[in-house]
């Protein structure tokens, strides 16, 4: 939960107590008639689509600048709800292979000369829209690449596992060697 918002208050928990035996009736209920069937869509992304206090992420550390690393599964509910964007840090051949799906192309301008004449599509994003930064898995491009941002913008993530760990849990991915039936 962003900062701004504030926690549960008092009166919130105490009415909201006298609704916790019903519902652990019903639930108890439920399981009578067995087990509760998934939803049909099984990847609909969680109602959590902006990030919660900084301090609630792992951090990972790059000359001195801490950055809070964010899972797969939570980049993913923030990118489908459009409340964030995905940033490639990889060689431009491997991003125009496989990327995450809507990810723009931002490698560190050392990495790529082509990159020092061109604009980066993450440095003309408000300064409060989430940004997820990811490479190959254990590279540490996209560390570097988040450190620069960090100073700029307010959030700014590492895709823990990078994008193997996108691709181990099948998320929408796009670019020349994907099969876009499933995607």
Do not use: H
């Not at 939803?39 to 992420?57: I, K």
């Not at 300064?127 to 997820?132: A, G, L, S």
């Amino acid at each position: 939960m962003p900062p701004s918002q504030a926690g549960p208050t008092r009166r919130t928990l105490l009415l909201g107590g006298g609704c916790l035996l019903p519902a652990l009736a019903g639930c108890l209920a439920s399981t009578i008639d067995g087990p509760e069937q998934p939803a049909d869509d099984a990847t609909e992304p969680s109602t959590d689509t902006e990030p919660l206090a900084e301090d609630a992420y792992p951090l990972t550390e790059y000359d001195g600048v801490q950055i809070p690393l964010v899972t797969a599964s939570e980049a993913y509910d923030w990118l489908v709800a459009d409340a964030a964007t995905a940033g490639d840090t990889r060689e431009q051949k491997a991003y125009e292979k496989v990327r995450i799906k809507d990810a723009v192309w931002s490698p560190e301008p050392e990495a790529d000369d082509k990159a020092c004449s061109e604009r980066d599509p993450l440095e003309e994003l408000p300064t409060d829209r989430p940004i997820v930064v990811y490479g190959a898995p254990e590279a540490d491009g996209p560390v570097r690449r988040a450190a620069a941002l960090i100073a700029d913008y307010e959030w700014v993530f590492v895709l823990k596992g990078g994008i193997k760990a996108w691709q181990i849990a099948a998320y929408p991915l796009a670019g020349e060697e994907v099969n876009n039936e499933g995607s």
